[in-house]
């Protein structure tokens, strides 16, 4: 069974910057794939960053140049560095990790979610 849990949401000031955390345990082998997800109130969920098994990022337009992906395979932690944040930045962010289990299955697993909000 694998779990993950989400961590370093909150408000920060326009200009600001946040840090979220994707934190993947139990039966965890390796973590292939990752991708960071925002969904704003009546808005369609968008894709703003992934990090493939070879490690090639991409980047949504709208975040290029602010955010940045990254993971640490020792931790099983996969990170969204946020910089510059913007109002239009306030939304639910998501993470979604490929994982490899124990068994040797890959299945994807969802973060439960953490709040930005970039307001003065």
């Known amino acids: 069974q694998v779990q993950l849990v989400q961590s370093g949401g909150g408000l920060v000031q326009p200009g600001g910057s946040l840090t979220l955390s994707c934190v993947a345990s139990?039966?965890?082998?390796?973590?292939?794939?990752a991708d960071w997800y925002r969904q704003a109130p009546g808005k369609e969920r968008e894709l703003v960053a992934t990090?493939?098994?070879?490690?090639?990022?991409n980047y949504a337009d709208s975040v290029k140049g602010r955010f940045t992906i990254s993971r640490d395979s020792n931790k099983n932690t996969v990170y969204l560095q946020m910089s510059n944040l913007k109002p239009e930045d306030t939304a639910v962010h998501l993470c979604?990790?490929?994982?490899?289990?124990?068994?040797?299955?890959?299945?994807?697993?969802w973060g439960q979610g953490s709040q930005v909000s970039v307001s003065s």
């Open positions: 139990g039966s965890v082998f390796a973590i292939k794939a």
């Open positions: 990090i493939n098994v070879r490690s090639i990022i």
């Open positions: 979604k990790l490929q994982i490899v289990t124990t068994q040797f299955d890959t299945s994807d697993y």
